[in-house]
């Protein structure tokens, strides 16, 4: 009897200690929350809404948003093969006038590295595109480390950083190599000019070299080059680890640009001055050929980038919570902030460039647009989320490289789709909400960056359209230099036992 009363004391004891254990601890988080909620507010939170414990415990909906698609095991494979020499003999010089922007230099400069290989020449460090629609005068050093990439090459071609002052009387060819050539063009064609020639000048950079059927080695040595030699200059990763210190991020590929809706005449949600200012300026650009764009078509065809409103839509459907930091890689948004208020209001974390570093930081890097580029590429990369709102160079050059490194996540808009739903929404047929958050989950389940082949030419196609109409090497570049891990080998005999 006395036993079972002294145990109940014990139990009411324990009863009381925890209640007043509970009203400290919720005292504490009391005082603690009122500096993130508003005084009115105050409920208690679901612990994982926390943002000091973000880290410890997300829901499970968020961890599906920031887990990587499954790699199936794929990895980088890229290093020669067994039977791989150092360069053969020099037989002359390759001089290389990169065009376009930097996604397309980039990809031209690992394309003449490994036409250096092939034809045995001396490279000597590409000039970038000075002449395009960017007006750009940086040089290679000014965007990539060149000591870096002269050594990382070293065991695949030799290259020096000017030509050597005795061959500027040597007999020097210009020539335009044929696009999409593959290697017997090269070790032909090419190859046979070092007999007039010592030098020998690539007119132009980008395409020129075949996206498939080329030696494994030659494939190889293109990711070599285009993933680890072409390392951005130390001063253009300014902005990798500020953008990082927010936590885990989303970058946003906004290509929201005054010459991108120039170029493609969509006019989604512009009033008619803008859309005339626009057509003017199409009107207006000798090299972009297409001027009569019928903006309502151009758009259904999934054509037109999404909108700032409309990416807002699309990441809220896609389960990403409103205070994720996100660096919008762009330039000037056309329409500016008042454009970008909905999705400002949407998502407050939204960072860019201006954000992250001072107008004096930025000062060295404002008129060199290949470099203004590079800032965001990389910040884009080491993304943990990669999302574009158009499939152009720069969008599918990131896409590419994020594949490489182990398919990082990246959500590529399936704007055909996309849009059809916005517009219903828009006329007011259909609301924001689950019926459509699930058309989007499953409008959206394949498009997540996991491994996949490379896509060949569309059937049907013929000639230059058929080489246009693959996807690019540096896009995706599985099965050459992504390979399926070797399961560990079981020792049958070492289980038995
Ligand atoms: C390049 O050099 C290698 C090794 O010396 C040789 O086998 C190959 O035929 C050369 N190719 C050309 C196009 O000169
Ligand atoms: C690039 O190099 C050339 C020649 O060395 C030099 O005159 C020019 O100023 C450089 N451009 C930049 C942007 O530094
Ligand atoms: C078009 O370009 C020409 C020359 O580049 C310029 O003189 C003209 O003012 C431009 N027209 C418009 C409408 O911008
Ligand atoms: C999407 O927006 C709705 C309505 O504003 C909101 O209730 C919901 O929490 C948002 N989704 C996410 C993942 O933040
Ligand atoms: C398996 O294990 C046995 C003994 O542990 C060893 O002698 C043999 O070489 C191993 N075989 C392989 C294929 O590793």
Redesign the pocket.
């Known amino acids: 009897m006395q036993r079972k009363r002294r145990r109940t004391v014990v139990v009411v004891r324990y009863v009381i200690t925890c209640a007043l254990c509970m009203i400290a601890l919720f005292a504490l988080l009391h005082v603690h929350l009122k500096a993130f909620l508003p005084s009115e507010f105050i409920k208690l939170p679901e612990p994982c809404k926390l943002p000091t414990l973000d880290v410890a415990c997300g829901s499970l909906e968020e961890d599906n948003l920031w887990k990587r698609p499954p790699n199936r095991d794929y990895v980088p494979c890229f290093e020669p093969s067994s039977s791989y020499t150092s360069p053969g003999e020099s037989r002359g010089y390759l001089l290389v006038n990169t065009n376009g922007g930097l996604n397309q230099m980039r990809a031209g400069i690992s394309d003449m590295v490994a036409v250096a290989r092939i034809i045995n020449a001396t490279l000597v460090i590409p000039e970038l595109d000075k002449s395009s629609f960017w007006q750009d005068t940086s040089n290679f050093s000014d965007v990539f480390d060149e000591d870096y990439f002269v050594n990382s090459l070293s065991n695949d071609v030799k290259i020096i950083k000017k030509l050597p002052k005795e061959m500027e009387t040597a007999a020097k060819a210009v020539k335009l190599f044929r696009s999409w050539s593959g290697i017997d063009y090269y070790q032909e064609d090419i190859a046979s000019m070092w007999e007039e020639y010592q030098v020998i000048r690539a007119a132009k950079s980008d395409s020129r070299l075949a996206n498939n059927n080329l030696p494994p080695d030659i494939q190889k040595l293109r990711c070599r080059a285009f993933y680890e030699a072409l390392r951005f200059a130390p001063q253009i990763e300014l902005l990798v680890d500020r953008m990082k210190s927010y936590g885990r991020y989303i970058a946003l590929h906004l290509r929201y640009e005054k010459d991108m809706l120039a170029f493609s005449g969509c006019t989604q949600d512009l009033s008619p001055e803008e859309a005339d200012e626009l057509r003017i300026l199409r009107e207006n650009t000798s090299h972009w050929k297409v001027k009569d764009i019928d903006p309502m078509e151009q758009r259904a065809k999934g054509l037109c980038p999404l909108t700032p409103k409309e990416v807002g839509m699309f990441l809220?459907?896609s389960?990403?919570?409103?205070n994720t930091p996100i660096y919008i890689a762009a330039g000037d948004i056309y329409g500016g902030d008042a454009r970008m208020a909905d999705l400002q209001s949407?998502y407050p974390l939204l960072m860019n460039k201006g954000k992250l570093a001072s107008v004096e930081e930025l000062e060295p890097f404002a008129n060199y647009a290949s470099q203004m580029a590079a800032l965001d590429y990389i910040v884009s990369v080491e993304s943990d989320i990669f999302i574009p709102s158009y499939s152009g160079n720069m969008a599918r050059a990131v896409e590419g490289h994020r594949r490489f490194l182990e398919h990082r996540k990246t959500i590529s808009p399936d704007r055909k789709a996309l849009v059809r739903l916005f517009d219903k929404i828009k006329q007011g047929t259909m609301k924001?909400g689950k019926n459509m958050w699930n058309r989007i989950a499953e409008i959206q389940k394949r498009r997540k960056g996991s491994p996949r082949k490379r896509k060949g030419p569309i059937s049907g196609t013929k000639g230059m359209d058929r080489f246009r109409s693959e996807e690019a090497f540096y896009v995706n570049p599985l099965p050459d230099c992504l390979c399926r891990k070797e399961s560990p080998i079981v020792n049958s005999s070492f289980i038995i036992k």
């Open positions: 809220n459907a389960g990403v919570p409103s949407r924001e």
